[in-house]
């Protein structure tokens, strides 16, 4: 594909936005359907993200993706947020339409396709463990709830709940939040979790022989562990959690849905995603 000055420019915001996957995956999902784009990574400082979003609104933007640390710091630069990004006040994905700026976060609709698509597994009624409390954990906390999840327990290092900004309509979910000291002292509180989702960066590069210090007889036979790490391919808790016989996924899945959620509110298209995972797959694990 030529790009002129017809082309759509695309982009991921973030700070420091590092080597990311983002841009070959869209890359590939524009070229899969023949439309005329690009989309490409932009380091946009804390103080530059106002002057940063208002680029959005020049004619040859289409919309951007948003990372650490700007999720939550954009919403009051858009002129409106749809959903889970109005309930969770986490940004991922700006679309624009009619001259607006419109606020989405898919990350928790790629978490639960991922999970659905690729785990099979009915999250009704069931009991699901978060380990952390930052952007990723309370939007999965907010999509969680909605799939009609029964109970939610979070591991968190804050000594009070009152410390965390629960998003609305999760609190009412909660069975417990508890300090990982609190879970090593009584394991049962784990006992009946379907399912135990790593949202911490413990594990993950340069951090690979860290994690969450739970106690590994939770995992067994029947519950899923998902780790949101997908750099490197398998955590250390992964593999602790696998040999005591449980399913392990890693974040590439939510990572692939999420980006695949962005292209269809961007395109109105269903988005490739087989055309997006190889692409995300050849960026993280061939070079
Ligand atoms: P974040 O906002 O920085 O939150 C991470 C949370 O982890 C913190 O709020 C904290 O919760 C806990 N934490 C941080 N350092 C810790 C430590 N040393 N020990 C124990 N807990 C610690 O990050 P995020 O955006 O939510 O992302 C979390 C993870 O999910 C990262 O690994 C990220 O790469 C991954 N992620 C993956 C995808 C995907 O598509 N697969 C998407 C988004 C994020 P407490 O203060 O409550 O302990």
Redesign the pocket.
């Known amino acids: 594909m030529n790009f002129d000055g017809r082309s759509v420019l695309y982009g991921l915001y973030g700070y420091p936005v590092g080597h990311s996957v983002s841009p070959p995956m869209q890359n590939a999902a524009f070229a899969a359907y023949g439309i005329d784009a690009v989309y490409q990574s932009f380091n946009v400082e804390p103080a530059a993200l106002a002057e940063a979003v208002k680029a959005i609104r020049s004619p040859g933007m289409g919309g951007v993706n948003l990372t650490?640390p700007h999720k939550r710091a954009v919403v009051k630069y858009l002129d409106k947020t749809e959903g889970k990004a109005a309930a969770s006040g986490s940004v991922n994905t700006i679309v624009r339409r009619d001259g607006r700026l419109v606020g989405y976060s898919t990350?928790g609709e790629?978490f639960i396709r991922s999970l659905r698509e690729e785990a099979g597994l009915d999250l009704i009624g069931k009991k699901v463990c978060l380990l952390?409390?930052?952007?990723?954990?309370l939007a999965l906390a907010v999509r969680l709830r909605r799939e009609g999840v029964g109970a939610l327990v979070v591991i968190?290092?804050?000594a009070s709940r009152d410390k965390?900004e629960w998003p609305t309509g999760v609190v009412s979910a909660l069975e417990a939040v508890l300090t990982y000291e609190m879970v090593q002292a009584d394991p049962k509180t784990l006992a009946d979790c379907s399912l135990i989702v790593n949202?911490?960066?413990?594990g993950?590069s340069p951090l690979e022989d860290a994690m969450?210090e739970i106690p590994c007889d939770v995992f067994r036979s029947g519950v899923v562990l998902y780790d949101?790490?997908?750099r490197p391919a398998r955590t250390k808790l992964m593999c602790l959690a696998e040999a005591a016989g449980a399913t392990v996924m890693n974040?590439?899945g939510?990572?692939v849905y999420?980006g695949a959620a962005s292209f269809e509110l961007w395109t109105g298209q269903p988005a490739p995603v087989a055309a997006m995972r190889i692409a995300a797959t050849n960026a993280l694990y061939q070079s």
Request: aromatic share 4%; hydrophobic share 45%; proline share 7%.
């Open positions: 650490i990350d790629g952390g409390t930052g952007g990723a954990a968190t290092r804050q965390i949202a911490t960066p413990l993950m969450p949101l790490i997908y974040g590439l939510m990572l999420q």
